[in-house]
């Protein structure tokens, strides 16, 4: 991701084409994500009794910026942890770990998917449903593995789904994959893609047509 950081740096040009958006619009989402990161954090520290020192603890790999343009590029792109994991030199789990923590607060700062921008307009909502029906819109749809959380709550609440250590993620697209219409983060496995496609169905008319993304089963 470094390597990515600093071509965007060198070439604000092709900023739109990897990230989908302007260089001067990545820098300010960059400067408002780091400040919610930083009310987070201070929210958690207050709530958290310590066990671990101050400072202790896994050091993570990436800086912040380079974690943002991680879960900037999956979104864009529709590619698979594995591959980001390769880019940043990190782990595949670590990957899908740190797209799980900051898509939440890009959610707050980016465009919402179409049909949240829709919803609270009931009419607007049933024409978007009706338009979208012309499409056959794209479901990118897998199950990544997550690291086992150091913290014991943590810990307790992923044993308690079958020893399961995933994340599941949904993208529904328009055919040319620039416009997300839908989309279903981090959902807690097990869990099978035909179930979470099933729960997001309700979003959609009832003649919606849809199409799959080159997934991966294991």
Do not use: C
């Not at 071509?7 to 919610?36: D, F, H, M, P, S």
């Amino acid at each position: 991701m470094s390597n990515l950081l600093n071509y965007i740096k060198n070439n604000n040009q092709e900023t739109q084409r990897l990230v989908g958006i302007k260089y001067e619009q990545l820098e300010q989402l960059i400067k408002q994500a780091l400040v919610l990161h930083t009310e987070k954090q201070q929210e958690s520290q207050a709530s958290k009794v310590r066990i671990i020192k101050k400072g202790g603890g896994r050091k993570v790999k990436l800086s912040k910026e380079e974690q943002i343009l991680l879960t900037l590029t999956y979104l864009r792109h529709l590619t698979t942890f594995q591959l980001l994991g390769i880019q940043g030199e990190v782990s595949e789990s670590t990957a899908n770990n740190i797209f799980n923590y900051w898509f939440p607060i890009l959610q707050k700062l980016l465009p919402s998917s179409l049909l949240e921008q829709v919803k609270k307009n009931a009419s607007d909502y049933e024409i978007v449903q009706e338009i979208l029906t012309d499409y056959e819109l794209i479901v990118d749809s897998e199950e990544q593995p997550r690291e086992r959380p150091s913290e014991y709550e943590e810990q307790k609440k992923i044993t308690l789904q079958k020893k399961n250590h995933t994340f599941k993620n949904q993208i529904i697209v328009l055919p040319d994959g620039q416009d997300i219409v839908d989309i279903i983060a981090g959902k807690p496995g097990p869990s099978s893609d035909i179930n979470l496609f099933r729960e997001s169905l309700k979003n959609f008319h009832p003649h919606q047509k849809f199409g799959v993304a080159e997934l991966e089963y294991e």
